[in-house]
């Protein structure tokens, strides 16, 4: 269950994170996907809670919680019952896969959740480990799923002042969804925090 305490334990995250692009300009790539891949049949999920796991608790890597809440486009104000799907990499920075009760090959470490009345999310994995050709940032990818909308993905999760992440990456961003950059607290308990809130796009009419 969502508490307050534990969404707002980064708290000093979201006063240093960048501006969110300019609400109300319509992407003409807003429903291209990542790399050109379609991740929508990696995720079927319905009355999903607003907190989710991603990785088990006996996963190897450091504990991390990102948190955040979803805005509307327009005035910036808390929306509930938006689906956010999210995938990663395990510690290794390697995309393990598991095959589902069907047989499809699906990325393990993956999982979705939805807002609540406040708009608010949060996933309970590791950190993502950099890819071992460290051709990227450590990152998460997620996927925005409206009501009624065609779902669209945003800019990746990456860690400020981590490897790759610097003044050319911030230059760099398209802002999809506002700003992927997440700067970590941590906990006495050792555990990583960091809070992306997202800014919805603008659908075309």
């Known amino acids: 269950m969502l508490t307050r305490r534990s969404l707002t334990a980064?708290?000093?995250?979201?006063?240093?994170?960048?501006a969110f692009a300019k609400p109300?300009?319509?992407?003409?790539?807003?429903?291209?996907?990542?790399?050109?891949?379609?991740?929508?049949?990696?995720?079927?999920?319905a009355g999903l809670p607003a907190s989710g796991r991603m990785a088990p608790e006996n996963e190897p890597g450091e504990r991390f919680i990102l948190t955040g809440r979803?805005?509307?486009?327009?005035?910036?104000?808390?929306?509930?019952?938006?689906?956010?799907a999210a995938y990663q990499t395990n510690a290794g920075g390697i995309y393990e896969r598991v095959a589902d009760p069907?047989?499809?090959?699906?990325?393990?470490?993956?999982g979705s959740v939805t807002t609540d009345r406040e708009g608010r999310y949060a996933f309970h994995t590791i950190?993502?480990?950099?890819?071992?050709?460290r051709a990227e940032a450590a990152h998460i990818h997620m996927t925005v799923f409206e009501p009624g909308r065609r779902p669209y993905w945003i800019d990746n999760v990456v860690f400020q002042g981590e490897a790759m992440v610097d003044a050319s990456y911030l230059r760099k961003q398209d802002l999809r969804g506002?700003?992927?950059?997440?700067?970590?607290?941590?906990?006495?308990q050792g555990v990583w925090t960091g809070a992306r809130d997202?800014?919805?796009?603008r659908h075309p009419a």
Do not use: N
């Not at 506002?178 to 941590?186: N, W």
């Open 24 to 45: 109300g300009h319509i992407r003409p790539d807003l429903y291209g996907w990542e790399g050109g891949r379609d991740p929508v049949p990696e995720f079927t999920a």
């Open 127 to 133: 950190k993502p480990g950099i890819y071992p050709s």
């Open 70 to 84: 979803v805005l509307s486009w327009d005035r910036g104000v808390p929306v509930a019952g938006v689906m956010i």
């Open 102 to 110: 069907e047989g499809v090959q699906r990325i393990r470490l993956r």
């Open 178 to 188: 506002g700003s992927g950059i997440v700067r970590l607290t941590r906990t006495p």
């Open 198 to 201: 997202i800014r919805l796009e």
């Open 10 to 18: 980064a708290g000093a995250v979201m006063l240093a994170r960048p």
